[in-house]
């Protein structure tokens, strides 16, 4: 089935260790984001990339920064986590000009622990 | 700019009983598309229905019915006959209709219910 994957599902670092989050779909979409969840809240967009076109939020702190290898995979690297950046981390995708309107597809996200 | 209101932070039912979610929406734009997501336990979003600016016919599937209502800006969510796997957070969500946008989501609605 094609599918939006994250890996790992969990992850811990410790303060200041850089970590890397993947993402990768099956479903040739060309939009592709990056959520941050905290607990009890809703999705906070971090980021997103149209094909290799990247957008960041304008509160998206400059610790965050994405990858776009290829149309397959996105990574999210946080280069100094902080205890503030403990969350859970999803990936959506979407393809511009579906008449269906931007629905997105979600992977099952990364909830990163920072010790 | 696009706001989304889920004035229901937390719902508590007994199954079998019915249940209704608020979603109030804000834009400027008279093309839009409304969602509607479930996000149970595990994390991961799951799409639930999509609805244009120009449909208002409501629609039901299952157990699920939504109402929307452009003269009052507003997208409810109806559950019938709740069941304890329909607990999860669910979130409303607006996007524009033109092109590619982003999500802008409300900050959702848990709902649990009990046997």
């Known amino acids: 089935d094609a599918m939006v994957i994250q890996n790992p599902r969990y992850q811990v670092t410790q303060f200041g260790k850089p970590v890397t989050l993947s993402c990768s779909q099956t479903?040739?979409?060309?939009?592709m984001y990056w959520y941050q969840q905290k607990s009890s809240q809703a999705p906070k967009l971090l980021f997103h990339y149209y094909d290799k076109d990247f957008n960041n939020e304008a509160d998206t702190p400059d610790n965050f920064q994405s990858r776009r290898p290829n149309t397959s995979f996105c990574f999210l690297d946080i280069r100094s986590p902080g205890l503030g950046d403990a969350a859970m981390y999803l990936c959506a995708t979407s393809r511009d000009g579906d008449s269906a309107g931007n629905e997105q597809f979600f992977g099952p996200g990364t909830r990163l622990t920072v010790l | 700019a696009q706001k989304v209101t889920q004035a229901q932070t937390e719902i508590s039912v007994v199954e079998k009983e019915d249940v209704t979610l608020d979603c109030v929406y804000e834009t400027r734009d008279t093309t839009y598309y409304l969602f509607w997501y479930k996000q149970p336990p595990s994390g991961e979003l799951v799409f639930l229905i999509r609805?244009?600016?120009?449909?208002?016919q409501n629609e039901i599937s299952g157990r699920y019915s939504w109402n929307f209502q452009k003269s009052t800006s507003s997208f409810n969510f109806t559950i019938t006959a709740s069941q304890v796997v329909d607990s999860a957070v669910y979130f409303c969500a607006l996007s524009e209709a033109a092109g590619y946008s982003t999500l802008t989501f409300g900050k959702g609605t848990m709902l649990l219910v009990s046997p």
């Open positions: 479903l040739n979409h060309n939009v």
């Open positions: 609805r244009n600016s120009f449909d208002e």
